[in-house]
């Protein structure tokens, strides 16, 4: 055997770990959190509000507890993956010079099962946000809950989830950019899954526009919109200060 057979062989055989990573975290990511729970209460969650497969309209069918477990179930299946399958891989052997790309390309994978899961005939499941922000928290923990914290804010003192979605979308790649460099892989990625996000909430943006967009809490209630804007745009300055002291 000459050695470039060998290397090749040992090439081949070094990434079946990384290619076994990236398929058990697309099957964790395929887990339907949002659909499990709605079949435990005899719904079909694709039958009712939304019809979408995630914690929003879980919250919004079965209640705020259920969907805050939702919630926590669908960013752990994001979070997981990432910090502990590369791991594994390479301890099987898997040749990564980088191991960030290979926790991106497991992290891709679970987005990818969340909003596509098998086990659902790879019909469409949720759009990814609390998935994404699992693989963003195991990825870059500072910057993702200084995002939550904008995501948290944005949803309380606008009652709009999808806003907020799409806020977290837009400052994400912000802070990661001031903090670990645009040439980053992780601001990178982050870039494309803010896109990403933006595609999967076309609609929603369509009726934020239109002043039709679902609201938690009581609607009409403009009185608070100017508090709003000032406690947004104050979270956002600070978690932008924030990232930059530790660029």
Same mark, same amino acid.
């Given at each position: 055997?000459?050695?470039? $057979?060998?290397?090749?062989?040992?090439?081949?055989?070094?990434?079946?770990?990384?290619?076994?990573?990236?398929?058990?975290?697309?099957?964790?990511?395929?887990?339907?959190?949002?659909?499990? =729970?709605?079949?435990?209460?005899?719904?079909?969650?694709?039958?009712?509000?939304?019809? /979408?497969?995630?914690?929003? /309209?879980?919250?919004?069918?079965?209640?705020?507890?259920?969907?805050?477990? %939702? @919630?926590? *179930?669908?960013?752990?299946?994001?979070? *997981? !993956?990432?910090? *502990?399958?590369?791991?594994?891989?390479?301890?099987?052997?898997?040749?990564?010079? /980088?191991?960030? @790309?290979?926790? &991106?390309?497991?992290?891709?994978?679970?987005?990818?099962?969340?909003?596509?899961?098998?086990?659902?005939?790879?019909?469409?499941?949720?759009?990814?946000?609390?998935?994404? =922000?699992?693989?963003?928290?195991?990825?870059?923990?500072?910057?993702?809950?200084?995002?939550?914290?904008? +995501?948290?804010?944005?949803?309380?003192?606008?009652?709009?989830?999808?806003?907020?979605?799409? $806020?977290?979308?837009?400052?994400?790649? %912000?802070?990661?950019?001031?903090?670990?460099?645009?040439?980053? !892989?992780? @601001?990178?990625?982050?870039?494309? %899954?803010?896109? *990403?996000? +933006?595609?999967?909430?076309?609609? /929603? &943006?369509?009726?934020?526009?239109?002043?039709?967009?679902?609201? @938690?809490?009581?609607?009409?209630?403009?009185?608070?919109?100017?508090?709003?804007?000032?406690?947004?745009?104050?979270?956002?300055?600070?978690?932008?200060?924030?990232?930059?002291?530790?660029?």
């Amino acid at each position: 055997m000459t050695s470039a $057979t060998m290397l090749d062989s040992s090439l081949r055989s070094g990434l079946v770990p990384l290619v076994v990573a990236m398929v058990a975290s697309y099957f964790l990511g395929s887990i339907p959190a949002a659909y499990i =729970a709605g079949k435990s209460k005899g719904i079909d969650l694709r039958k009712h509000g939304s019809g /979408n497969l995630g914690a929003t /309209n879980v919250i919004r069918v079965l209640g705020k507890k259920i969907g805050i477990a %939702v @919630f926590a *179930f669908d960013m752990a299946k994001g979070a *997981f !993956p990432v910090y *502990f399958f590369p791991r594994w891989a390479e301890s099987l052997g898997a040749p990564f010079s /980088n191991p960030v @790309f290979a926790a &991106i390309l497991c992290g891709i994978a679970a987005i990818v099962g969340h909003v596509r899961p098998i086990y659902l005939g790879f019909g469409k499941g949720g759009k990814g946000v609390a998935t994404a =922000a699992g693989v963003f928290l195991a990825l870059a923990p500072l910057q993702t809950l200084l995002t939550l914290l904008v +995501f948290a804010v944005v949803l309380f003192s606008s009652g709009y989830v999808s806003l907020g979605s799409l $806020t977290a979308g837009l400052i994400l790649p %912000v802070l990661l950019g001031l903090s670990i460099g645009i040439r980053s !892989p992780i @601001f990178l990625i982050s870039v494309l %899954v803010a896109a *990403f996000v +933006f595609w999967t909430h076309r609609a /929603n &943006i369509e009726r934020l526009r239109k002043g039709e967009e679902h609201r @938690f809490g009581k609607h009409g209630d403009s009185a608070r919109r100017p508090t709003a804007t000032i406690a947004i745009g104050l979270v956002i300055t600070l978690a932008v200060l924030v990232a930059a002291r530790f660029a």
